[in-house]
């Protein structure tokens, strides 16, 4: 059956050899943006294994532009995470003052004691409070300098796909009104993006088809490089395309 059926049998990961002539390795704008999620040691890993991928590695056009489109968006929310933290902190602590004040224990029990406990939660508080505020001084903006996107223009310096002209961005798009009918991966789960629309450099493109672009640059690049082995790198866990 695995003869007839491969396309059920994918390779385990410890089948693939980074080292095969004609391996070509690419990755999906969410690895890149996640170098700005990661504690800064596993980003630095990350960075080291790509870089030491050498001339194997390739950027979709489609994936460098969504990178490009997000990256501040992400660094903004990785900034208003510590507001979002101190904010549910005091509200938990709140709470539970609130739950337990309503069971009058001062009054009404003859042993329980939360005077300690609330004291100990407002000398926690204040603690975490205070390395956080450190944490969030030294934390990136959207207006510095960004050491992760210089060191991905060094990365791909001539290794992304050529941007594509409206024609080809229509063909693709007429051809992924039936694939997403016929539930055809990839892209078809991103449906619930349509009529959303962005421009670039004169191009229109229609959101819900941004997998589609990229999966098709992928195939267009891998067969006329002669690829023997393709590898995507993506951090998507839809049904239709991972």
């Known amino acids: 059956m695995k003869n007839i059926f491969s396309g059920f049998y994918p390779n385990s990961t410890e089948k693939i050899d980074l080292t095969l002539k004609g391996t070509l390795v690419t990755f999906d704008a969410n690895v890149l943006l996640n170098l700005y ?12 294994l790509m870089e030491g991928l050498g ?17 501040l968006v992400v660094i903004a929310d990785q900034k208003r995470r510590f507001r979002e933290v101190k904010t549910t902190i ?15 224990l001062q009054k009404r029990h003859s042993t ?4 300690k406990l609330l004291s100990d939660l407002h000398i926690a508080r204040d603690d975490f409070f205070a390395a956080l505020e450190e944490k969030e001084a030294a934390q990136r903006d959207v207006t510095d300098d960004d050491p992760t996107r210089e060191r991905l223009n060094i990365l791909f310096r001539d290794r992304i796909g050529k941007p594509p002209d409206q024609d080809w961005i229509k063909k693709v798009e007429e051809d992924g009104k039936s694939r997403y009918t016929a539930k055809c991966p990839p892209g078809y789960c991103d449906q619930a ?6 421009t670039h450099e004169g191009a ?13 640059q992928l195939l267009e690049y891998a067969k006329n490089q002669d690829a023997k082995q393709l590898i995507l790198v993506t951090d998507d866990d839809k049904e239709d395309w991972w």
């Not at 602590?93 to 309503?102: H, N, P, V």
């Not at 329980?112 to 005077?115: E, G, H, K, Q």
């Open 204 to 216: 229109v493109y229609k959101r819900e088809f941004g997998d589609l672009f990229l999966w098709k």
């Open 55 to 71: 001339d194997k590695i390739w950027l979709p056009y489609h994936a460098g532009l969504e990178y490009q489109r997000n990256r």
């Open 37 to 48: 999620r990661y504690p800064l040691s596993a980003s630095e890993d990350i960075f080291r």
């Open 90 to 104: 005091e509200k938990g602590i709140e709470s539970i003052e609130g739950d337990l004040g309503k069971l009058q």
């Open 112 to 115: 329980i004691n939360i005077s």
């Open 193 to 198: 993006k349509a009529g959303e629309v962005f």
